[in-house]
Nanobody, 118 residues
Framework: QVQPVESGGGSVQAGGSLRLSCAAS????????LGWFRRASGKEREPVAR???????MYADSVRGRFTISQDNAKNTLYLQMNSLGPEDTAIYYC????????????WGQGTQVTVAS
């Protein structure tokens, strides 16, 4: 039973960077993929980035050019490199098992808090 586990959240000043990690194993990489989502206080959870079987990536417009998603299959770990952070990026970030090529989620991690101070 796959259970994504996020780490790497924290507090940072505006303009700074953070890298989130997600440990996820026990799932079929030929059938499923991984993605990042976030939920800001008082808002709905929204997709951030996802990565496909061939390493193809997709980003939300709000993070494209600032965030980079990557995956190390040997370490069973998904990453989200976040640069040029702003207060609008403050949220709980979730790693999720998804149906490849979609934002349809199958299993959520517990989330990790990212706070960006202005």
């Amino acid at each position: 039973q796959v259970q994504p586990v996020e780490s790497g959240g924290g507090s940072v000043q505006a303009g700074g960077s953070l890298r989130l990690s997600c440990a996820a194993s026990g799932y079929s990489r030929s059938a499923f993929c991984l993605g990042w989502f976030r939920r800001a206080s008082g808002k709905e959870r929204e997709p951030v980035a996802r990565i496909g079987r061939a390493g193809d990536t997709m980003y939300a417009d709000s993070v494209r050019g600032r965030f980079t998603i990557s995956q190390d299959n040997a370490k069973n770990t998904l990453y989200l490199q976040m640069n040029s952070l702003g207060p609008e990026d403050t949220a709980i970030y979730y790693c999720a098992l998804i149906t490849c090529g979609t934002w349809s989620t199958l299993k959520w991690g517990q989330g990790t808090q990212v706070t960006v101070a202005s």
